[in-house]
């Protein structure tokens, strides 16, 4: 709910246009109408030459660092992966011979147990769990296809010896084989070995390979994975969730909810599998793999995410590298990484991090103000795929400004994580995003770009993403799957129409192969065991507490902002005074980034909305803020007198001439016509909706909604977008020619002088 001003400056002087307007104020009228085409021209020509410095630093490594350009976008070909018959009966003999005549089960329209997993090492086959439905009573052979299941599906259009292009590979394991096994099959992954799968909070295991005509269920066991948490071993161990192998095979990161004061939290952690033929101790008393050497992967007794400084007791620090593995969500290919869900590095922005487990050094993956969750990192590191709302504008309206740090974030990131989904409906689509990950115009790369969006096409937007995409071993593809919506996401009370599922049989999920065509494969690797212990985690006791979250206590403070300013927080305790209640800023010409300053307050406390205003301010840098208003926020904007008149009168006509620079600015930067999937497409696309967003009213300072493109910019905007685009796309030679044309198409603008 925060609001940004587009705003530029050099070094020296401010070419923001309402700055040349204040510092105007005294001025007379005329003097102010013979300046402010040169002064807009000033601005709109450091805009273009802004940018396209912005270019040319993206075409080589900045100085002082070691960050390339972002990578051009790569061809990307999907398939979809087969999956069993779909049968629309779900009881029992519903799954008739007609709709699938090997006998080999069928599975249901709606979702309600299903997900793709990972390649095997041959990189043809990928796990899958499914689950069947309409099975025949036994003792019909048929019978053993009933319920979740765990299956693997081809990937290269072959088929089993059955003629299926799928096998069931927990179907019918004898009951004694599977004593003590847990009933969750979900995020199912790979071993190397290509004889055990993990599967929820299980190890699947065959005596032979599993893709082999011999893998059949006599020959596969089930064992539980136990974690034990008392000291007298006794009990079925400690809940686990959320389960990620890593690459050396060996240990096993997962997370475990918390409830402490009342609040509902998560840790994750990180342990060795150890296998137990014949336990003596706990539940269940069965062949199992326990879980040994166990670290908790936060440490309260380390740096935190916000701390009070040791030499002033009222000041505030925010530490990025501070490591709070808030979710576990995987592991680096290489096995050097986990990767996580943290504690925020802007205000209400959710981004997956990757601590090193040695060095405890943290990377930030992903900077998009919009949601991210499910993710796998590439077998050589250097790549991130995220299932993410980015193309959505879900969470623009509470994070779409930058360099807000995350302070209020103390007390609402369980509510800022909450509003990405609408009930059982994800808005995540994948993205494909390099080692250093989103930097300036570069947001990744979206996987399923291609189509016309129209229904069951790869771009479809009724089919959201889902969790976990996953990389195969040699680098070229990746699995993932999606869902359809459906009702109440749609229809009914709803306004959003439900469209039918175009799938075989209407069901409403699919699974999907992204295959990058002009990579070459990697070279198999093989990732040594890594250290039982993690330095900068906490070796789990049994029988031990949990930690609490380590903040500030309750009182006033200061945080200065990394360029200049300063805020004032004030933390106050909830009621019980167990927690930080309430978190309220006051900012001070506060700037963090170099290109946000933040003037007014914010406050929090979980369920009231914040207030803040930002505040267009000369900064040292030559980048553009471009981030959708948030509209419960206020903008103060400092104009008054004949100034604020002679605003107030031409404001609509400055507002829609400044757009149209701002998009001629961006698609100045492009030589050819950009694909859809590219960064500079997105934020296009952005742009041409920008008549929904709000811009501040100079005599009520209160942000109001706009009126739609004035018809002069609009036959501007379609004679250079429409008629002429080829003409276009130039470089900067004929950019400064294309402002000479537009400086002219400012001067017929008829701006009104005061009377």
């Not at 089993?160 to 096994?181: H, M, Q, S, Y």
């Not at 990161?253 to 840790?267: D, E, P, R, V």
């Not at 009070?308 to 000041?315: E, F, G, Y």
């Not at 001067?747 to 005061?754: E, K, T, V, W």
Request: net charge negative.
């Amino acid at each position: 709910m925060r609001v940004s001003i587009r705003r530029l400056s050099e070094e020296s002087s401010s070419f923001s246009f309402l700055s040349v307007v204040v510092s105007s104020r005294r001025r007379t009228v005329a003097q102010l109408r013979s300046s402010h085409s040169s002064a807009i021209m000033l601005l709109l020509k450091f805009i273009v030459m802004a940018l396209f410095a912005v270019e040319a630093s993206s075409r080589c490594v900045a100085n002082g660092t070691d960050i390339p350009p972002p990578p051009e976008p790569e061809p990307i070909t999907i398939t979809e992966l087969p999956l069993p018959p779909v049968t629309s009966n779900d009881a029992e003999g519903g799954c008739t011979f007609d709709i699938n005549s090997h006998g080999t089960g069928c599975i249901g329209q709606a979702l309600t147990t299903f997900q793709s997993g990972a390649f095997l090492p041959d990189g043809l086959h990928v796990t899958v769990t499914v689950n069947f439905t309409g099975a025949p009573a036994g003792p019909d052979p048929a019978s053993i296809f009933t319920g979740v299941q765990l299956i693997l599906v081809k990937t290269d259009g072959s088929t089993f010896c059955n003629g299926d292009t799928w096998k069931c590979i927990t179907c019918g394991v004898p009951v004694e084989n599977a004593i003590g096994r847990s009933l969750t099959m979900d995020y199912p992954q790979t071993f190397l070995d290509g004889k055990r799968l993990l599967a929820g909070t299980n190890i699947v295991e065959c005596t032979s390979d599993l893709i082999d005509d011999s893998c059949t269920p006599d020959q596969v066991h089930i064992y539980p994975i136990r974690w034990n948490t008392t000291t007298n071993t006794t009990g079925p161990g400690g809940n686990i969730r959320e389960l990620r192998l890593h690459p050396d095979n060996v240990h096993l990161g997962f997370n475990s909810f918390t409830i402490l004061n009342g609040k509902m939290g998560q840790y994750g952690y990180i342990g060795r599998l150890q296998f137990d033929p014949f336990p003596t101790w706990g539940t269940p008393l069965s062949p199992r793999y326990d879980l040994v050497s166990v670290y908790r992967l936060f440490d309260p007794e380390a740096l935190q995410p916000v701390t009070v400084d040791r030499d002033n007791s009222s000041l505030l620090h925010i530490n990025p590298q501070s490591v709070m593995v808030g979710e576990l969500r995987g592991f680096s290919g290489t096995g050097r990484e986990v990767s996580y869900i943290g504690f925020p590095a802007e205000s209400s922005n959710i981004d997956v991090f990757a601590a090193d487990l040695t060095t405890g050094k943290v990377r930030r993956l992903t900077s998009h103000p919009e949601y991210v969750d499910p993710m796998d990192i590439s077998p050589d590191d250097q790549w991130t795929v995220v299932m993410d709302t980015r193309s959505s504008g879900r969470q623009m309206f509470m994070a779409g400004m930058r360099g807000v740090p995350p302070l209020t974030d103390i007390v609402s990131s369980s509510a800022t994580s909450s509003t990405r989904n609408n009930g059982a409906r994800r808005f995540f689509q994948p993205y494909l995003i390099d080692y250093y990950g989103d930097r300036g115009a570069y947001f990744g790369q979206k996987i399923n770009a291609a189509g016309d969006g129209s229904p069951g096409t790869i771009n479809d937007p009724e089919w959201n993403g889902m969790a976990d995409p996953k990389w195969s071993l040699d680098g070229t593809r990746i699995v993932y799957w999606q869902s359809h919506t459906v009702p109440p996401s749609c229809g009914g009370i709803n306004s959003l129409v439900c469209y039918n599922s175009t799938e075989p049989g209407g069901r409403n999920y699919r699974m999907m192969l992204a295959h990058l065509t002009s990579r070459p494969p990697l070279k198999p690797q093989v990732v040594e065991p890594i250290s039982d212990v993690v330095p900068w985690g906490v070796k789990y006791e049994p029988g031990s507490s949990t930690p609490v979250l380590v903040y500030p206590l309750a009182g006033n403070y200061v945080l200065l902002g990394k360029h200049f300013g300063w805020a004032n927080v004030t933390l106050v305790n909830n009621d019980a005074g167990t927690m930080i209640g309430t978190v309220s800023v006051v900012y001070h010409d506060f700037c963090d980034d170099g290109l946000n300053v933040l003037t007014g307050s914010e406050e929090d406390s979980g369920q009231t909305h914040t207030i803040l205003s930002a505040k267009d301010q000369p900064v040292t840098n030559g980048l553009l803020s471009f981030n959708q208003p948030k509209p419960s926020r206020i903008m103060m904007t400092q104009i008054s007198g004949g100034a604020m008149i002679w605003y107030g009168l031409n404001q609509q006509k400055l507002i829609d001439y400044l757009d149209f620079c701002q998009l001629f600015s961006l698609e100045s930067l492009n030589v050819k016509s950009p694909p859809h999937s590219h960064p500079s497409s997105q934020l296009t696309n952005s742009f041409s909706r920008i008549r929904q967003h709000t811009t501040p009213s100079p005599d009520s300072h209160i942000a109001t909604p706009r009126p739609s493109l004035s018809s002069t910019i609009l036959k501007a905007l379609i004679d250079r977008f429409v008629k002429d685009s080829l003409k276009f796309y130039d470089r900067e030679e004929n950019v400064i020619t294309r402002l000479d044309e537009m400086e002219q198409q400012l001067q017929i603008m008829n701006l009104s002088d005061p009377r």
